[in-house]
């Protein structure tokens, strides 16, 4: 029996008849990945199958270091033949590492080629590969209707012209919907150059001056706006840490106007003006009827050496700690409620040791004022929770503390045009915790709401939830 087949990660009886009648035939809603929507409208070959699977994996690039691999195969000049070797020889000493489970989806999938990839057949298996991508089946858009991918969503900056996504809309030979995410991070930056620098561009692209902290919001809301008109019902945050740090209107406006002017600010002024701009964007997201999502946890690029040789996001990140993270989170998302302006919101969690803070803490913020069910909603298992293990400790969490049949389910997360096999992982996982739980006596063998389960969880909350 080949290695990827219906019965692949799944235990039980009922189990595989929920994965094979119904969650493997289910579209994608990607509503949070990192593709280019440039990418996908100029929709150019890919030259190779080292450019597809290697080039930005940072997942892979950090697997391949602690296989001994010299930069030079990962990062550096080395040709795509010697990069895939290096790769392949990482792949057979990856057992128990999701990597090896995509990897063998993907090949699956896309290739139609079920070899175990190794050190002695990596040539063989590249060659079968880069025969197939000459052909239009792996250009970009292509590989994402194979995909049976309805929504994606983009990672987009405040400032960005939005332009590629228009294209796209525009075109009426690519039918899955490409729409743009808000995701401010130059609104949230340290430095305070860098900051004042963003706020002269924000200035000259609104046409508005902005010398208080009043004459920010309203350039901001301009800009949220632009977004709205282009299809775009979703923003992003990622800070390391959640804090709440309470302030006035003076204080915050004091502030504002200090770190625009390129003044430094102390570690509790920063909380105090960035706890105030959250609350802001969150009301202006709210008027919208936007979902707001948080990821939380990522200490980035640690290696300082390795980050000034090879810049950021070539995976020397990991998982952060915080101190007074309940207090800090309930007390955000509360200031927004307080205010009437707290939108739908998802809470990614990056270190698993918090799961239950975040599920017991949406369900204090739970209300029908959006219109939909589980208006507060734990995301999925983010980055380094990105396994079997880390995927499953969320969902039992959500079980425990929340209502897992109103889950808006899987995402990407990616950079990747053939990591949509990530979805097919999770409903693997999630068809195989519920038949568990059938299997156990847990729950009873009700056809009926188990196929709503799986249909909801993989689909239908994410279309009712969003509103694309």
Known sequence: MDFINDRFMIDSEVGVRLYKEVAAQLPIIDYHCHLDAKEIYENKSIENITQLWLAGD?????????????????????????????????????????????THLELNKYFSCN???????????????????????????????????????????????????????????????????????DIFAESATDFAAFVDKLAQLTNQEIGSFTEFSQALAQRIDWFHEVGCRISDHGPVTVEYQAADAQTINTLFCRKAGGEALTAHETAQLHSAMFVMLAKEYKKRGWAMQIHFGAIRSNNSKMLHKLGINTGFDSI??????????????????????????????????????????????????DGVKSSMQFGSG???????????????????????MHFVGMLTDSRSLVSYTRHDYFRRILCNLIGGWVHRGEIPDDNRILTRMVR???????VNYFRF
């Open 58 to 102: 940072h997942y892979k690039w950090r697997a391949m270091r602690a296989n001994g691999i010299d930069e030079y195969f990962i990062t550096g000049d080395a040709s795509a033949e010697e990069k895939f070797k290096a790769w392949a020889e990482t792949v057979e000493s990856s057992f128990g590492n999701p990597l090896y489970h995509w």
């Open 115 to 185: 070899k175990m990839l190794s050190s002695e057949n990596w040539q063989e298996i590249m060659n079968i590969c880069n025969q197939q991508m000459k052909g239009d089946d792996f250009k970009p858009r292509r590989l994402i209707s194979r995909s049976n991918v309805e929504v994606i969503c983009t990672t987009d900056a405040p400032l960005d012209s939005l332009e590629y996504h228009r294209l796209l809309q525009q075109d009426p030979t690519f039918a899955t919907k490409v729409l743009p995410t808000f995701r401010p991070d």
């Open 320 to 369: 952060a700690d915080q101190s007074n993270l309940a207090a800090g989170l309930n007390q955000l998302l509360d200031a927004m409620a307080q205010v009437n302006g707290l939108p739908k919101t998802i809470l990614y969690n990056l270190n698993g040791g918090y799961n239950d803070i975040v599920a017991t803490t949406i369900a204090n913020f739970q209300s029908a004022d």
């Open 382 to 404: 983010w980055w380094f929770n990105d396994t079997r293990r880390g995927m499953e400790n969320q969902l039992n969490s959500l079980a425990d503390q929340g209502l897992l």
């Open 456 to 462: 909801n969880i993989c689909h239908d909350n994410a």
